[in-house]
């Protein structure tokens, strides 16, 4: 198995085609699997860009988010036969984008036109102060304790406890 060091240089981007409106569960079940022992540093995150939208619902102006590219997730991973074929079986999955049977890496032009950021260690470090901007812990200030893949675990202070949560970076924002 190679080291740690030398799997982040070679993880890439990919663009994988889902079924309709499985954009969400596909995400999550790879980002679980990036987490288990197996794929650790070898599957690293994946994302499904959104934008933000106002829009007027029975004459209540609303914001939603809206799906850049229905149909499609983004996935930054070190592409050995192992990890395409457990990326293949995720439920909702139908194919890779691009040609051949090899998944085709996409650029860092189309990475930034999708709005995917790529630079959460370089943005949060353990230590910083965030305030927590979306989520049922809106408002609150905690602490980061650990970066890990694209979740950042944050230690807040609850009932006069100590809770630590994950929280994913578009949720924070990083104290002055």
């Not at 969400?24 to 499904?48: F, M, P, Q, W």
Request: charge should be positive.
């Amino acid at each position: 198995m190679p080291e740690k060091s030398d799997i982040h240089e070679k993880a890439l981007w990919y663009v994988i085609f889902t079924h309709y409106n499985a954009e969400k569960r596909v995400k999550e079940h790879i980002n679980s699997l990036a987490k288990t022992e197996k794929y650790d540093g070898l599957i690293i995150k994946a994302e499904v860009p959104v934008q933000k939208k106002t829009v007027s619902v029975k004459g209540k102006i609303k914001q939603i988010k809206e799906k850049m590219f229905p149909g499609y997730v983004f996935v930054k991973a070190v592409m050995i036969p192992e990890v395409i074929s457990a990326i293949r079986r995720v439920n909702g999955v139908t194919h890779f984008v691009g040609g051949g049977n090899m998944p085709e890496p996409i650029t860092p032009a189309e990475i930034k036109r999708a709005g995917i950021t790529d630079t959460v260690d370089e943005e949060f470090k353990a230590g910083d102060a965030v305030m927590i901007i979306d989520g049922p812990f809106e408002n609150f200030i905690g602490k980061i304790t650990k970066i890990n893949g694209s979740s950042i675990k944050v230690c807040l202070s609850m009932f006069g406890r100590e809770v630590e949560i994950d929280f994913s970076p578009e949720q924070l924002a990083k104290m002055q």
